[in-house]
């Protein structure tokens, strides 16, 4: 999802609890939680896998908040070289520092001022960082880069993860202290695959979506056969609402109609492997963690010929992250 910004510069947010699709009992209590988080301007935390709508909750709480008519402002803590992040959230003044702007930079605190801070893949933040944004949270002040008196700021932090936040902190790769101050709320964005029940309704959303981009259709002229419904329920979704949302998309644009009827399932979910027939971990050598997530990174990216988007579906990480590894691990294509 691309953060929007509206004619005037203004930072938006786009999507609303409306948005958020499915009515099982798993995503009713997030959206629960998410409904009393949007009541207040307290720290909350979004977890869950990728592909689950953690974004779309970020949307959605800003917009019911009060803060609603003030900046949405996003950042992606793993997409931005780890030398680069301080600047980026907390601004610098001119020429701070070699390939600096000679205006300087408000940072994406100050911009988001009076409303909401999204830090996207937060777990990802060096610990120098971490640092810093736990100080920010806590004074409520920041220091531009070079600067010398720090300012106020009212900015209401709303974070995201697809890492298992609580093992991050157990292994010191995230600062207990700061995890606290995030987690006042925390939402978990339960996994497609613990909510089979909202794939019919998702269904019928997206095909009326696709339909009138791809056909300029009204709606309601595209059928399902019960059999792809069924086939689609089988399947336990790495990539989750992303990739559900991608498959029929496919589909669709495959369609020759009218009538147009969804009957054929893709093979790649046809010949998906039984959940736990992958696993198989029972009989397995005990390795060190590090290698087996080398050797399952290295076998991902083979497997689909270092295609990202499906790599990182399999592995359920962000696309920073991955990045992060292939270059931790100097893995590349000819390896
Ligand atoms: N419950 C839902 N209803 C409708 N659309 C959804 C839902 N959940 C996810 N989506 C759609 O799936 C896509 C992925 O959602 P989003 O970007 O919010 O996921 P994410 O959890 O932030 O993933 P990542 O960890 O990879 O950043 C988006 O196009 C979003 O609109
Ligand atoms: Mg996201």
């Known amino acids: 999802m691309r953060q929007p910004a509206d004619q005037n510069g203004q930072w938006r947010a786009s999507f609303n ?35 689950v709508g953690k974004e779309l909750f970020a949307h959605a709480i800003h917009n019911s908040s009060k803060r609603s008519d003030k900046p949405f402002v996003s950042i992606n803590c793993g997409a931005i070289p780890r030398e680069l992040i301080e600047a980026e959230l907390f601004g610098y003044v001119p020429n701070a520092f070699t390939g600096a702007s000679s205006k300087g930079a408000a940072g994406k605190f100050r911009t988001a001022d009076g409303g909401t801070l999204f830090l996207d893949e937060v777990a990802d933040l060096s610990p120098d960082a971490q640092v810093k944004l736990l100080r920010a949270i806590s004074t409520g002040e920041i220091a531009r880069i070079g600067g010398v008196s720090p300012e106020k700021v009212d900015v ?39 909510r089979l029940e909202d794939i019919d309704e998702i269904i019928k959303y997206f095909i009326a979506a696709c339909g009138r981009k791809i056909f300029n259709l009204e709606g309601g002229e595209i059928h399902v056969a019960p059999e792809f419904t069924e086939g689609l329920k089988n399947y336990n979704w790495p990539g989750n609402v992303r990739q559900l949302q991608a498959v029929l998309e496919r589909e669709i644009y495959h369609l020759n109609g009218p009538p147009y009827i969804l009957s054929h399932l893709p093979d790649s979910i046809i010949n998906a492997a039984p959940a736990a027939a992958q696993v198989g971990l029972a009989s397995a050598e005990i390795k060190p ?3 087996i997530e080398f050797e399952m990174i290295k076998a991902a990216l083979a497997k689909f010929d270092w295609n990202i988007e499906k790599t990182v579906m399999a592995l359920q990480i962000s696309r920073a992250t991955l990045y992060r590894k292939i270059a931790e691990y100097k893995l590349n294509k000819r390896k």
């Open 156 to 194: 209401r932090i709303i974070c995201a993860t697809n890492k298992n936040i609580q093992s991050e902190v157990d292994n010191s790769f995230f600062r207990e202290d700061l995890y606290y101050r995030l987690n006042v709320f925390e939402i978990r964005v339960p996994p497609l695959r613990e």
């Open 17 to 51: 609890f409306a948005n958020i699709i499915g009515r099982s009992h798993a995503i009713n209590n997030a959206i629960r939680i998410a409904k009393v988080a949007a009541r207040s301007s307290a720290a909350t935390l979004i977890l869950g896998e990728s592909g």
């Open 289 to 291: 963690l590090k290698q």
